[in-house]
């Protein structure tokens, strides 16, 4: 056997770490060795990267498709069975509802060519507005903003090397050392380069152990935070006024709202003592030059978009955005959360991150898929309100790399709406919470077994090479859109070919804002990724953007004027205590993958309820106890995890496990009124010894 390395990156978070993989036996086994040259994790691994491969196995992953007998029971059946049952039951629905009582649901880990394809699908074959994918539940308050500010969203407008360069980072909401381990390093190498950090967070997280400054406000307080340190900036006379004057607008409204907040006031809502306040300005704008990254801790809010809005205010205020080595951006969270959002998944968005509603937008995409443009479906529903239709106005649904049976909030009420379904069809490499729902299951390959392109948190477009022969019995998305696509009457436009499919995203992304055009397979293997914007073969890419102009009309950023507001769902005496959710480091979001592997079920084998010592003393509670935690939507039980780590009013609950410690049938999805983010990080609960 010729034992060839093949270099690739792991199926997991927007990091995108490379790897290799290497094989062990002629039966298709594979083994993770490190591939030091890939720049951005220089072949440091986190133990869901290195276990990766163990999810390839047969017993792990499904090997064949399943079809919902009149007995009730999942039973295997041929793909051709299957795939006639899923295009019978999409064109029973249509047929008798309408284009639009057919659901799509996507996901955030899907390629860029599978995002491609399956919001084609949706528009051209289903002829339904209703599409859209799990990303909305992890970065869409952040899009929304960059939009909103700078006119284009890219989670980091600058490659993670600059980090360690810059003068002083404050990391909002974000636990690095748990969610991106090989990550952390930027910000080790920051502080040896004399750099400063900032962490806040409710919780005294690994991460922000590493910090020079480590702020604990209240969960859902964060945009108040951030205006009353841009309060100080004003007072303190710290404002940048050269650069206000000459790449922005907006300034004096947004001036107005962050003066209403004054340090005394922000202190009483967030519980963070002036004096750090001021310790935390005077740190930042001490420095030369400073970065402001946020991830899921400001954006999943019902005011998640405002939050970060206030967050680039602060950056524009103080001259640390569109010049070298500042700036601010989001830590995009799911494996292709950025290139997800970008090719035609999200409900309002076509190809190159154009928007649906724009006629010359309308017009190029249609020319690419030869369809007429007045054929494109509009924006349809967001994620949480098209999974809330179930059963009601959307009567079928594909579901394509998702899990929101665990993922959504108010995670029971979604499951029921599941279940309420006429047909539900799930395309997966496991039997997942929700496949285990379906009337039919589709088995696909996976990351190793196929190739295609992902987009990093950076913004750099990363090919995943097939390394290993997928077994019998599995097909690829692309192959099985390019088989429905057919039985439904669509014979061409649906290539299963990865890389015919992104020559033509390629096309199809040309002249929009995520500019993919001079993006090649040969490119981003030879050149360990390229940047979009790219919109020719000559051209280098783009890893800085903004440096000379802003992506808006006028080249200027805009401040946006924004004001504190409560969660959606206060404490009060019947609830009495913030619930706040997240990750552990050995399991990834849904947990459908992760918790198959045996190393890391080890390692974190099952939710838990992290709360004080005084609430667990108060509640009578010690560790390992069962706790039972209520909100206004259910009830979850886990054993306690008692720390002086968190806050003495606030329980945090990992979100990778279903059944009795599902922390999502909790969570309130109240949504943000911009990007229609659900409010997964903060809401009322009561918390009692479960015993
Ligand atoms: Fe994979 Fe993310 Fe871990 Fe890197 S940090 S190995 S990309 S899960």
């Known amino acids: 056997m010729v034992r060839t390395e093949t270099s690739t990156h792991c199926p997991y978070c927007a990091l995108q770490c490379g790897m290799k993989l290497r094989p062990v036996t002629d039966g298709g086994v594979v083994e993770v060795v490190e591939r030091t040259e890939f720049p951005v994790n220089r072949g440091a691994l986190c133990g869901k990267g290195r276990t990766a491969p163990a999810v390839l196995a047969a017993g792990v992953r499904l090997t064949g498709p399943l079809v919902r007998g009149a007995g009730g029971e999942l039973a295997p059946a041929s793909w051709d069975e299957a795939l006639e049952r899923v295009a019978d039951g999409l064109r029973g629905t249509r047929a008798e509802h309408g284009a639009d009582a057919v659901g799509v649901f996507g996901g955030g880990g899907l390629t860029n060519e599978k995002a491609y394809a399956l919001g084609k699908f949706a528009r051209v074959v289903l002829g339904t507005s209703q599409i859209d994918y799990n990303g909305r539940f992890c970065m869409s308050s952040a899009a929304a903003a960059h939009q909103r500010a700078f006119g284009l ?390 890893p800085r953007l903004f440096l000379e102009r802003f992506a808006t009309d006028d080249g200027r950023a805009r401040f946006v004027p924004v004001t504190h507001r409560a969660a959606a769902e206060e404490t009060d005496a019947e609830y009495p205590v913030v619930l706040t959710t997240g990750r552990v480091v050995s399991q990834y979001q849904s947990g459908a993958q992760t918790r198959r592997v045996a190393e890391l079920n080890a390692a974190a084998p099952g939710p838990f309820v992290e709360l004080h010592p005084r609430l667990a003393e108060r509640i009578g509670v010690a560790e390992g106890e069962a706790v039972a935690v209520t909100s206004r939507r259910g009830r979850a039980v886990a054993p306690a995890r008692i720390t002086v780590a968190i806050r003495q009013d606030t329980v945090f609950m990992p979100f990778h496990w279903p059944g009795e410690g599902r922390a999502n049938t909790l969570t309130n999805p109240a949504l943000d009124p911009v990007s229609r983010m659900p409010e997964f990080k903060v809401c009322a609960v009561r918390v009692e010894a479960a015993g």
Request: overall charge negative; glycine content about 12%; some cysteine.
């Open 153 to 542: 969203d890219r989670g980091l407008p600058f490659p993670l090397e600059d980090i360690p360069r810059t003068g002083c980072v404050i990391l909002v909401g974000s636990n690095l050392a748990e969610t991106m381990p090989p990550a952390l390093r930027y910000l080790t190498e920051l502080r040896e380069n004399g750099g400063r950090l900032i962490v806040i967070d409710p919780r005294r997280t690994r991460t922000a152990e590493q910090a020079d400054l480590h702020l604990a406000p209240r969960p859902g307080t964060d945009l108040a935070l951030a205006l009353g340190m841009l309060h100080l900036v004003v007072a303190d006379g710290r404002v940048d006024e050269e650069f206000v004057r000459t790449r922005t607008n907006g300034w004096d409204e947004a001036r107005a709202g962050a003066m209403a907040h004054w340090p005394e006031l922000v202190e009483r809502l967030t519980g963070v003592p002036v004096p750090q306040l001021r310790e935390a300005v005077e740190m930042f704008c001490g420095a030369e030059n400073g970065m402001v990254l946020t991830a899921r801790g400001p954006e999943q809010q019902a005011k998640g978009t405002d939050t970060v809005g206030a967050w680039i205010n602060f950056c524009l205020a103080t001259g640390r955005a569109g010049r070298p080595l500042s700036g601010y951006g989001c830590l995009t969270g799911q494996g292709n959360g950025q290139g997800g959002r970008e090719h035609g998944q999200k409900a309002d968005q076509l190809p190159g991150y154009r928007k649906l509603t724009d006629p010359a937008a309308r017009r190029h995409v249609a020319a690419v898929w030869g369809v007429d443009p007045d054929t494109l479906p509009g924006p349809g529903r967001s994620a949480y309100e098209l999974l809330d239709a179930l059963g009601q106005d959307v009567r079928s649904l594909l579901v394509m790399g998702s899990n929101p049976v665990v993922s959504a909030p108010h995670a029971g009420h979604i499951e029921e709406r599941l279940k309420s379904l006429d047909f539900l069809a799930v395309a997966d490499v496991v039997l997942s919470e929700t496949a285990a729902l379906a009337d039919v299951v589709l088995p696909v390959t996976q990351w190793a077994e196929e190739s295609g392109t992902t987009t990093s948190l950076e913004g750099r477009v990363l090919l995943r090479q097939q390394a290993v022969t997928p077994p019998e019995g599995v097909r690829s998305d692309l192959e099985v859109l390019n088989t429905l696509a057919g039985l439904l009457g669509h014979g061409k436009g649906f290539p299963a070919d990865p890389e015919e499919v992104f020559d033509e995203l390629r096309r199809a992304s040309a002249g929009g804002p995520a500019d993919y055009a001079g993006i090649t397979y040969a490119r981003i293997a030879a050149e360990d990724g390229v940047f979009w914007p790219c919109p020719d073969e000559e051209h280098a890419g783009t």
